[in-house]
């Protein structure tokens, strides 16, 4: 295997290239390279979800997926939710109903939220299902619910 | 959006929020500086041993290695127990624990520093154990420190108390296991440690900095003043940051110290979970009697603490558990007793109602058992039972100032529960069960920890009227942010956007102790009011001259200062304008201390708390009768909290904190097999999740004013203290069986139907 590879790809809309290990985790190449530091690692083993991204518009974990398995494709992190200095609606939400207390948890959550809300996904229910990888210990996960909801009336 | 309320008891954005909402929030994770060096700990993986003999010098050549450090080269004592020197920084020639540490090491990169932690691995000389807290107590077991397992003993003893001697129409003895828990924050461990000639500066995940800057200064050597503590920015603790911390500190500090270059300290998640402090595993043995007509006669318990091979905060937090055992019900006689027991397991530390969960699961499930032995409904009983204006007093006799909201939170909590409409998440196969549970919290430090229970606050008033806002106790995700906004906005009559409070550092606030016993909001409110009283001798008289009045009618409102009764305003920055003008002191210090208390440790009467919240919760629970499967249907949370600072902040202890207490009755089970833990993860120690997480009605009761600002009472720990009972009870209703231990996971449940499940064929 080589010392180092190259890997392109794009983040939060901007296209890069990475010379790293071939064996480097997304979410080291994106805070330790990128210097994207929203993404937090609270298990490293797929557990928590506080690593979530977007993939291409999918959320993952990013502890679990190598760096050079995204070559030529698109991240976006909890920084690139910001446009023109307007948060997202999920990022407002979040604020507006206390769904951040330690915040740890809450980039993830973030993320894994624009993908229910991008899928139209506004049955309670099945929102607590898709968020059951994002672990959250200070809220009881009501008020992230609550911001589900807030979210989905301003986005539309 | 940006809609601004009047701040106190609203739900304005918190000030913490859009900052870690954005991923602009700096965790100490997310802090690195030029040159600095990583830390790793190497730890012993058995619990009980004499350590023969061990090699650092092939860890010293490994790749990336730039130190390792053993207990030898520690500068001061190698010491880091809180409030008993039994714990060393680094063991030499014996380990009590899994996780002793043994060794430190700085390499260029965390893996590096890891893999020659691993590689370091003395040789060993195994050693007889202790792992059951009761057994511990016997005079055969082998011993962890000096010539017996018992740490302490603390008692309750009130009325009656030869055992002989009471004697009641109905006698329920009960035998609770309760298991420990993990504190499971989002966020593992976490330090940075930079020297700087003959001082370093320390930024932590953490709950009380003033604890590391002990911790520090005393195995460096140094003066407490040259150790400065900075509190980073914190994922959640409740509890595991508040005596933990100074460990991880230590280290870094250590490394630093010796290395003369930056030195983070990051846990993994399994490396958290397997070294880190726990809720004490507890045993409960109860009896208690009832007359006829269902009143309590008299109630006997003897609790023992698993404290784990180190005494960390053991002692205060069976302080806790000892006067909570009986909850807020008018026992005549009373006898308690709770021990707390060494043991080789993994150390019990601060967690979230500090003992008191544990003997409030007990009282609450005895409550319970009373009833059907009485044949009444335990609510019923329940209201026979509660202390009332004309019984007040607590188990320690001391009167409560409103012993009336222990009724209105149960008469409220019921009346939500009764009013929810469930929609059934649980397939009707299920069997459906109602619990309820009480409990009665005393507010703040225990009076043998009263001598930490100061508070220190710094206010700066800006020329242009807005405020800067140092106190000593720490945000972690509770909200301390918000509510000492909210306080300082409220006092100064201004908007909370106008006021900025910073994170708690040694070197801007006194020592304020830990920020713990939900006392944030209390002590540190108190603390900035005072301050400002004291900064409106110097801003009143100036207000006054521009108002034509005399300094004492000056109030302040709505970003004014007026004539009281209604005169005429100026606003405030002219006011602060002409303060700046006029080169007047604008900063202002505070200071918060509670007052000396009467408290007799040998019979236990007297006032442990200076003042009582009480609450109620009432769940509904759906059980698998086949798998032993529980779903939280809902929950009523009913909670005597005095005055809402914060709205939002305020709903969301209470949530987390119930939804974190289910975990801890139905999942969260530590899997300990010789004092190793085997269920280092997330996989294996389910806490709950979104999908898990039920509905919960929050009623925040305001008619008992407290003593914090406002009127406000602390929160975070009474909202944890009554859900594991409840949860029991609906469970026990459900399928009519008698359960005593936690977490109630599906074997244990299985197992308690025993003869009424459907395949007890194959269990016999
Ligand atoms: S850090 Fe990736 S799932 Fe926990
Ligand atoms: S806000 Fe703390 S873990 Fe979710």
Known sequence: ?156 | MTKIQPPLGGSHRRPDAMAKATGQTRYVGDLALPGMLHAAIAVSDRASARVLNFDVASARRMPGVEAVVTADEIPGDNQVGVIFPDQPLLVTDRVRMVGDRLALVAARTPEEAWDAARAISPAYEDQPGVFDPEKALDETSPTLHGTDNLLHTFQVLRGQTDPDHLDADVIVEAHYEIGGQDHAYLEPQACLAVPEGDRITISASCQCPFYIQQAVARVLAIPLASVRVEQAPTGGAFGGKEDYPSEPAACAAMLAWRTRRPVRLLYSREFDLQVTTKRHAMVVQHRWGADKNGRLVFAEVEAVLDCGAYAGLSTVVAERANVSAIGPYAVPNIMVRTRIAYTNNLFGGAYRGFGAPQVSFAAEATMDTLAHRLGMDPLEFRRINLVTPSDPLTCTDQPLAAPQMAQACLDRAVKDSEEHQIAPRAPDSWRRGRGISLALYGINLHRGGQFLDRSSAVVILQPDASVIVRVGLTEMGQGNLAAVQTVTAAALGIQPDKVQVWQPDTTTVADSGPTVASRGSHSSGRAVLDAIERLRRRLDPIAAELLGCRPEDVELADSCARVSGGGPSVPLIDVTREMAARRIETISTGWYRSKPRVFDEATGMGEPYASYAMACHVVDVAVDPDLGLVRVEHVAAAHDVGRVLHRTAAEGQVEGGVVQAMGWALTEELKLDQGRLLNPSFTDYLIPTSDDAPPVTVALLEDAPGRGPFGSKGLGEPAFIPTAAAIRNAVCAALDVEINRLPLTPPVIVRALAGNHRFKHLME
Request: glycine share 14%; with cysteine; charged share 20%.
């Open chain 1, 1 to 156: 295997m080589p010392e180092t590879i190259i890997i392109h790809l794009t983040i939060n809309g901007t296209g890069r290239s990475f010379r790293t290990p071939p064996g480097r985790r997304l979410l080291d190449l994106i805070r330790d390279d990128a210097g994207q530091t929203g993404t937090k690692e609270g298990c490293g083993a797929g557990e928590c979800g506080a690593c979530t991204v977007l993939l291409d518009g999918l959320p993952i974990p990013s502890c679990l997926v190598l760096a050079a398995s995204c070559e030529g494709h698109e991240i976006t992190t909890v920084e690139g939710l910001v446009h023109d200095g307007s948060p997202h609606a999920v990022q407002e939400a979040m604020v507006e109903t206390g769904g951040v207390q330690c915040g740890f948890c809450t980039p993830g959550v973030i993320m894994t939220s624009v993908a229910l809300l991008e899928n139209s996904i506004d049955d309670r229910e099945e929102q607590g299902r898709r968020l059951a990888g994002n672990l959250c210990r200070c809220t009881g996960y009501e008020k992230i619910f609550h911001a589900l909801e807030v979210a989905g009336t301003t986005d539309d």
